[in-house]
């Protein structure tokens, strides 16, 4: 079994107003230094697969199809092998 790490961020050109919203709040609780904030998700997907290799392929489909939305979106997985 593996454990699937998917890290979805905007687009660098996409404009965040939610990373706009966290960054004016740190500014206003006294975190001056903070020069930018992105917002993301992080989603964790359980895999049966024979390989890591066929896990990895599996969660990048997934991805691609349902868990981000390519137009706006770009990702990044980790494939941890669980202990057994």
Not at 64 to 73: D, H, M, Q, S, W
């Amino acid at each position: 079994m593996y454990t699937g790490q998917v890290f979805v961020t905007l687009k660098k050109a996409v404009l965040d107003p939610q990373g706009d919203t966290v960054k004016r709040s740190l500014h206003t609780m006294g975190y001056p230094e903070v020069k930018d904030v992105r917002v993301g998700k992080y989603i964790e997907v359980k895999l049966d697969g024979a390989t890591r290799q066929e896990a990895e392929e599996r969660l990048d489909e997934m991805c691609r199809k349902l868990l981000a939305n390519p137009v706006i979106e770009e990702f990044h997985i980790e494939i941890v092998e669980d202990d057994q």
